[in-house]
Structures are given as structure tokens and as C-alpha cells.
């Protein structure tokens, strides 16, 4: 596979990271497994971290909790050999979607800042993050993720999704289904040891700031129903959340997370 000794700059978060060692084309993958070389994991964030969905983060107390996330996230995409991981949404949620878990938030601007702090953690972790932009496009995000400065290689279906942000303005590296890439894919530079020391503690953070109460009208626990009018609203079935739902709905234990 061909690859030039030059850097190249990208913008993520208006910072400005060096990478070197540009990769003109990589293989995608749809499944964790053992790999080496310049392969692309394109996969649902939950089966990275556990039960940590897209819709998690964007419906958190804290969306900073989003860059530890995408820390542990890419520590696991590293540990099987992977160096580039497709990430986020460029669309926002609605009452329609049948994969919810896979958008962030209905707000644009909450699905841009939780993106930003997702790919930030990816990239300290050693990856480069590769925008999701398959599927719908919300131009509002494109737009926030544009005024942050924070532009990212984008996963694309064909050329009228290129045209189509980059008549927005979003110009990047573009990679198609295929693992063709126009222009320089970078390599990350960023050399740290796998650690997944702290996956866990991340993991239950997340989860823990993601408890919703969406009304008061019956005592339901509703995992992973974001549409759900009432009850609490809950991103696993771990006993240990479940109890934590209980105490929501009996009124023993505040809700801190945000209604999708």
C-alpha cells in the first residue's frame, strides 16, 4: 500500500494536530478482529464501549463525558490493530428514525459539540476519527462543525454526497464504502501504549449520567426507548443502573441526563 513521508495538518476541534504518513486507500471492516496495516473499523460505538450508544452521550449531563468515551473507544479499536475509526452522525434525531441509539441529539448544536468531543478523544488516543457522514445530512450540524473549525475525514456513499457538503463548505479528505480515499488519508501520530485500564469507570460514568426521567405519568423503566413519554429512560439493563432508575422514579435519586 502506497504512502508518502510528508505531514499534513488536519483541523480537529480548532486545534491543529500533525499527522504523517498518508494512506491513499484502506480496507473497511465491519467487525472487531485482528488486523494490521491501513484498515478501517466501521462499527456501532456501543459495541466498542459497551452499551454506550451515540444517543447516550448526546443525552448525558455531561457531554464532556464524550471525549473520555472516545479515549476508550479508540483504545479498543487499537487494541485489535485498527488506526482508523469511523465515528458519529451527521444527521440529527426524529420521531422516525428506527435506529435511534445511532443518532446523538435533536439539537444540532448539541450533536456538533458532543462530536467534537468524541473525536478529540479518539485522536488522543492514537486514531484518526473519520466522520459517519452515510445516511441523511442535517445542514445545521455541518454548519456548527464548521464555525468550531473541527473538520474531520468524512466516510461517504458516492460523489453527490461529496458535492453536497462540500457545497456547504465542508472540504475535507473523502472515503468512500470501498476504502478509496480522494486526496491523503493522515496517520496518526499520537504513540501511546494500549491501555484499557479505565474502560469501565468511563463506561458506568456515561451510562450513570444518562438516566432520563421523561415523565411522571407511569413507573416504567424504558432501556434503550428514547420515544417513550414517561417513566425513565436508561441505556442498559445492568442491574446496578436498573437500581439506580428505581430510585428516579421513586423520587429517592434526582434524574441528571437530558431528554433525546
Not at 169 to 183: I, L
Amino acid at each position: 500500500m502506497s504512502s508518502l513521508k510528508k505531514t499534513q495538518r488536519v483541523v480537529l476541534a480548532s486545534l491543529f494536530l500533525i499527522c504523517s504518513n498518508v494512506v491513499l486507500s484502506a480496507e473497511i471492516f465491519f467487525d472487531l478482529q485482528r488486523v494490521s496495516g491501513d484498515s478501517i473499523l466501521l462499527i456501532p460505538l456501543e459495541r466498542l464501549v459497551d452499551d454506550v450508544s451515540l444517543l447516550c452521550l448526546g443525552c448525558n449531563q455531561n457531554l464532556e463525558i464524550a471525549r473520555d468515551v472516545g479515549f476508550v473507544a479508540g483504545m479498543v479499536a487499537r487494541s485489535h490493530g485498527f488506526h482508523y475509526l469511523v465515528f458519529g452522525t451527521v444527521d440529527t434525531l426524529d420521531e422516525s428514525d428506527t435506529d435511534p441509539l445511532g443518532k446523538i441529539s435533536r439539537s444540532a448544536f448539541i450533536t456538533s459539540q458532543v462530536l467534537t468531543y468524541l473525536a478529540e478523544g479518539l485522536f488522543n488516543s492514537g486514531v484518526v476519527p473519520i466522520l459517519n457522514g452515510l445516511g441523511n445530512v442535517d445542514v445545521d450540524v455541518i454548519r456548527s462543525l464548521i464555525s468550531r473549525k473541527a473538520i474531520y475525514p468524512v466516510l461517504v456513499e458516492d460523489e453527490s454526497k461529496i458535492k453536497k457538503l462540500t457545497d456547504l463548505g465542508y472540504e475535507s479528505v473523502f472515503v468512500f464504502a470501498d476504502g478509496r480515499v480522494t486526496g491523503k488519508l493522515p496517520r496518526n501520530n499520537v504513540d501511546l501504549k494500549v491501555d484499557l485500564s479505565t474502560l469501565q469507570e468511563v463506561r458506568r460514568k456515561a451510562l450513570e449520567g444518562a438516566v432520563v426521567l421523561l415523565g411522571k405519568a407511569e413507573r416504567a423503566i424504558n432501556v434503550n426507548q428514547p420515544f417513550k413519554r414517561s417513566g425513565v429512560l436508561v441505556f442498559s439493563d445492568e442491574e446496578w443502573l436498573l437500581k439506580i432508575a428505581q430510585e428516579v422514579l421513586e423520587g429517592k435519586r434526582s434524574s441528571i441526563g437530558r431528554v433525546p
